[in-house]
């Protein structure tokens, strides 16, 4: 690991300890060099899925895409930030558990449409005309009844 100050590529580990999700481990460093301190973050390292798409074009599975959906979809909604990564770390969870080095881009939508649906109905609707497809009013008042069923 090379120091962000100088560059020195030699550093001790001061203070080492689980992030508060238990998902990675956080190192405070100093620089054998010019003694300054940062911190580095330690993940372990995942299989990578791909997303097969609906046209069967298939692509890596982009965590910020994830999370710009789950942007749009919660503008101007009491939603933070931070929950919106608690969801895609979720999501992230929930796929890499179904043991599947593929999943399908329906299927990814499907696990956000159902973190939303708990959270907020606005930003579901808004998630779902998107992802769904919403051609016309009557599929969006479908969505809408069906919302309505769940409660």
């Known amino acids: 690991m090379n120091c962000p100050y100088c560059g020195f590529s030699e550093s001790k580990v001061i203070d080492s300890r689980p992030t508060e999700d238990g998902t990675s481990i956080r190192r405070r460093r100093e620089c054998l060099k010019c003694q ?3 911190t580095t973050y ?9 997303v097969v798409k609906q046209d069967n074009s298939r692509q890596p599975y982009d965590r910020e895409k994830v ?3 789950l942007i749009r979809a919660c503008e101007k909604r009491p939603i933070t930030y931070t929950q919106m990564e608690k969801i895609v770390d979720e999501i992230e969870s929930e796929l890499y ?3 599947s080095r593929e999943i399908t881009s329906t299927e990814i ?3 956000v449409m159902s973190h939303l649906k708990a959270i907020d109905e606005v930003a579901y609707v808004r998630f779902a005309s998107v992802h769904k497809r919403f051609s016309d009013i009557n599929t ?4 809408l009844q069906e919302l309505l069923e769940d409660k």
């Open 36 to 38: 300054r301190r940062f």
């Open 42 to 50: 330690e993940k372990l390292e995942t299989i990578s899925l791909i």
């Open 67 to 69: 999370l710009r959906g």
């Open 97 to 99: 558990q179904m043991m």
């Open 109 to 111: 939508g499907e696990h």
């Open 140 to 143: 969006f008042m479908a969505a």
